[in-house]
């Protein structure tokens, strides 16, 4: 079955600190993978996007991410995060046969401590 | 330029009443997709349209959700006999035409069901 996992439902970092979103999926289909952000209140917005080519990927708001097919996964990092980061990141996995529509992840909430 | 947008922005409504959800997509976008986002839980897609093609409804939880979208624009989700399990935040998204453009999301409904 297709399946986004993300392992850490809440994640705690001090401002300043380096950070790592964890992401794996499960998908018969060649993957196209998305990082979105939700802030409170809000739609989620596109933070970056896998589709093929270099494995690391740069994003807005100084975000990257790393697809590793051997391990399935597509991790979110930040070297040094700030307070404004603070919000609920998904991870998403999508297909051109799949008609664009998109299998999310639970989600992980990210509190900044300052 | 506008984003999506969704209105109303919340709706309380009790059990048993129907109630209609309208997202406007960004102009010259001509996929548009419907996901549920429940507490604590991750998105859920609902249904997708994509031009004149016939909607994938594959996500519909019950026969009392329907979706259409009039003229390839505006479109409305209905939920008939609301049932408490119906709260969540309704999100729409859109995208323009072309495999796996990024989507853009409105800021959802937020539904409570009394």
């Known amino acids: 079955a297709q399946s986004v996992t993300q392992p850490d439902i809440h994640i705690t970092v001090s401002e300043g600190a380096s950070l790592e979103l964890r992401c794996n999926y499960s998908?018969?289909?060649?993957?196209?993978l998305f990082w979105y952000v939700q802030s409170p209140g809000q739609g989620l917005q596109l933070l970056l996007k896998?589709?093929?080519?270099?494995?690391l990927v740069q994003g807005i708001k100084g975000f990257e991410a790393e697809f590793k097919r051997s391990q399935s996964s597509f991790n979110l990092r930040k070297p040094s995060v700030h307070w404004s980061d603070a919000a609920e990141y998904f991870c998403?996995?999508?297909?051109?046969?799949?008609?664009?529509?998109?299998?999310f992840g639970q989600g992980t909430t990210l509190q900044v401590k300052p | 330029g506008a984003g999506v947008s969704q209105s109303p922005s919340n709706k309380v409504t009790e059990k048993g009443k129907d109630v209609e959800l309208r997202c406007d997509p960004i102009?010259?976008?001509?996929?548009l997709y419907w996901y549920r986002q429940s507490l604590g839980q991750g998105l859920e897609f609902l249904i997708y349209?994509?031009?004149?093609?016939?909607?994938?409804k594959s996500g519909l939880p019950s026969d009392r959700f329907s979706a259409e979208r009039t003229g390839g624009s505006v479109s409305t989700l209905t939920i008939q006999r609301t049932q408490q399990e119906d709260s969540a935040v309704y999100l729409c998204?859109?995208?323009?035409?072309?495999?796996?453009?990024?989507?853009?999301f409105g800021d959802g409904t937020r539904l409570s069901i009394l």
């Open positions: 102009s010259g976008h001509t996929a």
């Open positions: 349209f994509q031009g004149n093609s016939a909607p994938d």
């Open positions: 896998y589709f093929s080519g270099d494995t």
């Open positions: 998403a996995v999508g297909a051109v046969s799949n008609t664009g529509k998109l299998i």
């Open positions: 998908y018969g289909a060649t993957p196209y």
């Open positions: 998204a859109s995208s323009s035409p072309g495999d796996l453009q990024p989507q853009h």
